[in-house]
């Protein structure tokens, strides 16, 4: 089927410590994942996206895993700041439903002072 | 830096009535996308859209839903007869290609009484 789903619904982190929010997908035939941050009341904001065939990249403050074997895909922020306090969903391209994303359940993030 | 743009930000309107939301694409972009959003809940495709036809639509996307593309700018979502349970933040996103990555407005809240 098509579903992606996250192990943790909200993950709760000192500022300055380092965020990992992990994601699970289920369709093999996915190939592209995006991270998406969504604040309240706004629209998912791109964080960082990675494409199948990698299974690392990297951007400013933020770190993509894909592991293909198991179906995961994790999200690392480092030197989480309250600024990064969100929901983030991760979400799967599946070509073959007409390139649409799939997106997860979503996980709150809260950072303490 | 381009963005795609809804319109209303927020709407009430009354259970039976049509409701039109309107959304600018990116304007480089070929494939749009409804995506909808119920309080507290994860986001939901809705309808993909690409060279003027549907290339997919959800189970949520039922007879009382349609998409247009009437001119080369704009991308509209219409509720023919609304309905409680359709009351939701709709999220119009767009993408260049097939591969990139989708970019999304900051929603059209909408309420139905």
New interface residues.
Partial sequence: GESVGLHLPTLSVQEGDNSIINCAYSNSAS??F?W?K?ES??????II?I?SNMDKRQGQRVTVLLNKTVKHLSLQIAATQPGDSAVY?C?E?I?E??????????TILRVKS | EPEVTQTPSHQVTQMGQEVILRCVPISNHLYFYWYRQILGQKVEFLVSFYNNEISEKSEIFDDQFSVERPDGSNFTLKIRSTKLEDSAMYFCASRQGAGNTIYFGEGSWLTVV
């Fill in positions: 190939d592209y995006i998406y969504q009341g706004k629209g998912p904001q791109f996206d494409r969903f979400a391209n070509m439903y007409g390139n649409k994303l799939v997106f997860g359940a979503g």
